[in-house]
């Protein structure tokens, strides 16, 4: 095995330990909203039935802080092995909502 194989291999395991410790992004689920400035209405909406809606790079978004049904505060992720492929290649480094809790972004 190369050295660079094996470096990546323990980042790859260093990575998901991280993951598995953190577990922010299976705490909330964020959904941006198409917008317009004709659709105050469309906010105004989402807002009434109790919806939290942020605006980050001028696109809002629908804030919903719920915990993922497959997600276990005390052990991690019930499905890690079998979860879907949107679980898989997510990466909280880049996701404005949750990159500053981010295990995996600060290294910790």
Known sequence: MSWIKAQNDRMALDNSARCLKCMECCKILVIPLAYN???EAML???KA???EIQVKN???YIVLKENCPHLNLDSGCNIYDNRPEWCRIYDGRF???VREKCLWNNGR
């Open 37 to 39: 400035a004709d659709n």
């Open 44 to 46: 105004a909406f989402y």
């Open 58 to 60: 001028d696109i809002p």
């Open 49 to 51: 039935r109790g919806h």
């Open 95 to 97: 996701d404005p909502f």
